[in-house]
């Protein structure tokens, strides 16, 4: 119910998914969203990965997950964490990768504001889970979701830092904001 819902409410407002690779690519990844500077992004998101029947999560504020609504915030996905305490978010996501397979949404990020670099945890997870770095963009311009293009567990273990980010900057010349003046194209 849920695949067909997500595609007739995409054809209605008229947004597209452009799949860059394999469909199985979002299986079991770090899902990388940018740029981030709105909340429509997670909601188009969300949309497409019912329309292509793939699971998704996200790492969410616990507040949200315990609060009256909490119960909505969970069936799409929401993973509540406590940001008061000091916790091992990498450990937290490897041991939810042992449990199940999923898209895990990160936005890199941390916020919709202007940023003058990416925070790196959504590299360390995706190396101790071993599991890809998948990329996606909501492309407000042409009303395009982008998803699909995968760097490798191998060339995430092979490669330096600096190339993977290269290429993922590289790969988001081509998106449009929908904020742009909320949008450092310099990521690293």
């Excluded at 996501?93 to 895990?104: G, M, N, R």
């Excluded at 190396?127 to 995968?150: M, N, R």
Aim: charged share 30%.
């Amino acid at each position: 119910m849920k695949k067909i819902l997500a595609k007739l409410i995409l054809k209605i407002i008229g947004w597209k998914i452009v799949l860059e690779g394999d469909v199985n690519n979002l299986d079991r990844c770090i899902l990388v969203v940018a740029p981030h500077t709105a909340n429509e992004e997670y909601l188009l998101g969300n949309l497409a990965y019912w329309a292509l029947d793939k699971p998704l999560k996200v790492i969410i504020k616990d507040a949200h997950t315990k609060a009256w609504y909490g119960f909505v915030v969970k069936a799409l996905g929401g993973i509540g964490i406590d940001r008061s305490q000091k916790n091992d978010l990498v450990k937290f996501v490897v041991d939810e990768f042992k449990k199940d397979s999923f898209s895990l949404v990160i936005t890199p990020e941390g916020t919709r504001s202007w940023v003058p670099k990416w925070r790196k945890g959504f590299y360390h997870m995706a190396l101790a889970a071993k599991v890809p770095i998948v990329v996606a963009a909501g492309d407000f311009k042409q009303k395009e979701i982008h998803l699909g293009y995968k760097i490798s567990v191998h060339d995430l273990e092979t490669r330096p830092y600096e190339d993977i980010m290269r290429e993922m900057e590289d790969y988001y010349k081509k998106i449009t904001p929908k904020y742009p003046e909320k949008w450092n194209p310099k990521i690293y």
